[in-house]
């Protein structure tokens, strides 16, 4: 079976995507890379241009494995005290959201990476 982390974009069709984000998860991001930098400086590593966000590596310049956000996302749910829900649910979430909400579908495949509506 293919490892989907050694696709060029680590998606299913190889084709990238944009992802619109609001000013605070920008603002969250932006600090996280700061960050990165700075782990990677006080261990005497050069940081990388353009660190993943998802890694393992103190530098940022591998990518991590979708099996490393999963159990982040199980730790992070069960100090919330909830059960029952998937990483991968919540992606169903969304898209029913931005439906319920009256996305045109045509606008909501290529959001979450489907090439057929």
Not at 26 to 36: D, K, M, P
Not at 87 to 94: F, I, Q
Request: aromatic share 2%; with cysteine.
């Amino acid at each position: 079976m293919e490892d989907p982390c050694n696709q060029p974009d680590g998606s299913k069709t190889n084709r990238a995507r944009t992802v619109a984000l609001d000013a605070d998860t920008a603002q969250i991001l932006s600090a996280w890379r700061v960050r990165q930098t700075e782990n990677a400086l006080a261990v005497g590593a050069r940081p990388v241009r353009d660190p993943y966000v998802l890694s393992h590596a103190i530098d940022g310049g591998t990518r991590g494995g979708p099996d490393g956000a999963s159990q982040c996302f199980a730790r992070l749910r069960k100090a919330a005290g909830v059960e029952g829900v998937r990483l991968h649910d919540l992606r169903h979430a969304h898209v029913t959201m931005l439906i319920a909400d009256g996305i045109p579908i045509s606008d909501v495949s290529p959001r979450v990476g489907h090439s057929r509506t």
